[in-house]
């Protein structure tokens, strides 16, 4: 299902279901950004009741293994369960609500200990052991009450997710749209180079939504726009296609293969545009392509057919080295928001992935993450688990992550200026952003 953001007429907004409700698609109320009952809102009735990515499955390999997930007051422990299976529990003993796991590690012998009273439990949750037992009423021990409580779990694109809503729809039905979408790109393939992260002073919101737009890319990344400024730089190329789903998700679709900077050559923006990202990231492109393109420097192509060239050298350099790259996708660009707070900036068989989300209960900060992901060969040795980095400090990040960070922590002091009232939104370039809070109003208005 695609949604087509479109502004409501004069006179004819929509009565507020909640303080800061949007009644006009094109305006988002500044408070959205730092009023603590808005926060509180999110808090209770989006974050409990939505699918929301909890970990990487490369994170937990083996039986036991387990990871804890925050998010505002809850920690949940995703635990491998067995090779095929995983597990999502709320971290507290059903004895005196004990924390049973903290940050990483490894259920021994397929028991989860309580550090506290021992108590223990299998990894399927089922209770296997109470101290001291006789201690207790019957009516406390019976199974069910025993059983460690569980989210809804599902798994997708490499990734677990979890809901804590037991009547939520399944995660299949939650992600259509961008699930078909996104299916080419081969995100279950990947495994990560890097996993950083920083604390930004800004709501989860601002922060997330540097990332669903290409209409600042003019100004704010000049390596990436070639130094074209204002309508020089065409922003229809890369950042005006978006389809946009029920479910909040919403991706880009391909633009017809022009150049966004006039004058310029395919082949000149191409290169130049890796160039910049791999010295601005080192994720979306990386060592393997840019030996690729040194590998056609001495190579007589024609200008406007030098992507096809650097695909099929990608694509014949992949089938050589076992790298189980998928086909092209026709359909997307790959870049996209799963809704709520996730985005993915593909290519070449790697991508860029971030996660953010609340910073405990300030409203005006945030955890941002960055996985760096990419398609390895087949054969390579099985991985560690991927360790997280950080908190990293902005000025030590990459040139264009950096650029971003500092766009978003002068957007937030921007809101509380006095007759700040509303954020302006393109429904064009801006759609996935559009798209996400009418969603976040949906569950809000519950």
């Known amino acids: 299902m695609t949604i087509h953001a479109e502004p409501q007429a004069p006179g004819r907004a929509a009565t507020p279901a909640f303080p800061h409700a949007i009644t ?41 293994d387990f990871t804890e997930y925050r998010i505002n007051d809850q920690s949940i422990l995703i635990v491998r369960e067995t090779a095929d299976t995983v597990k999502a529990y709320f971290n507290a003993c059903r004895h005196r609500a004990t924390a049973l796991g903290n940050g990483t590690g490894t259920f021994h012998g397929g028991q989860i200990v309580c550090p506290y009273h021992g108590w223990r439990w299998n990894l399927d949750g089922s209770n296997s052991y109470v101290y001291a037992q006789r201690g207790f009423t019957p009516a406390c021990l019976t199974p069910d009450s025993l059983r460690l ?23 299949e039905t939650a992600m259509a749209g961008i699930a078909q979408a996104l299916a080419p790109i081969g995100f279950e393939r990947m495994r990560v180079r890097w996993w ?14 540097a990332f669903m737009e290409a209409y600042h890319v003019m100004q704010a990344h000049p390596s990436l726009s070639m130094g074209a400024a204002d309508d020089d730089y065409d922003i229809d190329v890369l950042g005006g296609n978006f389809e946009c789903f029920a479910g909040g998700h919403a991706h880009l679709r391909p633009s017809d293969g022009s150049v966004p900077v006039p004058g310029m050559s395919m082949a000149d923006y191409f290169t130049q545009f890796n160039n910049a990202l791999y010295v601005g990231t080192d994720a979306y492109a990386t060592d393997r392509e840019m030996f690729l393109q040194q590998s056609l420097a001495t190579r007589d192509i024609d200008p406007d057919e030098y992507p096809m060239a650097f695909f099929g050298a990608l694509y014949e350099y992949a089938a050589g ?38 910073n405990g209960d300030d409203p005006e900060s945030c955890l941002f993450e960055v996985w760096a992901v990419q398609i390895p060969a087949d ?42 009232q509303n954020l302006v939104l393109s429904g064009r370039y801006e759609s996935m952003i559009v798209n996400s809070h009418r969603v976040i109003d949906e569950y809000l208005s519950r």
């Open 379 to 420: 054969g390579d040795d099985e991985p560690d688990p991927p360790v997280l980095e950080g908190p990293i400090e902005v000025e030590d990040w990459p040139q264009i992550f950096k650029e971003d960070f500092r766009n978003i922590t002068a957007q937030q002091k921007g809101v509380h200026t006095l007759g700040m």
């Open 149 to 171: 409580r569980e989210c809804r779990v599902g798994t997708m694109f490499g990734m677990v997710f979890i809901n804590m809503d037991p009547l939520a729809p399944p995660l």
């Open 321 to 358: 080295a076992g790298i189980p790259l998928p086909p092209p996708a026709t359909d997307t660009t790959g870049y996209a928001h799963i809704f709520p707070n996730m985005t993915v900036l593909p290519a070449y068989g790697n991508s860029i992935v971030y996660r953010v989300r609340p």
């Open 24 to 64: 006009d698609p094109s305006l988002v109320p500044v408070e959205r950004y730092f009023d603590r009952e808005f926060a509180r809102r999110e808090k209770e009735k989006l974050w409990p009741h939505v699918w929301q990515l909890a970990c990487r499955l490369d994170e937990i390999l083996r039986p036991g």
């Open 196 to 209: 950083r992260h920083l604390i930004i002073p800004a709501n989860w919101k601002m922060a997330q939504e």
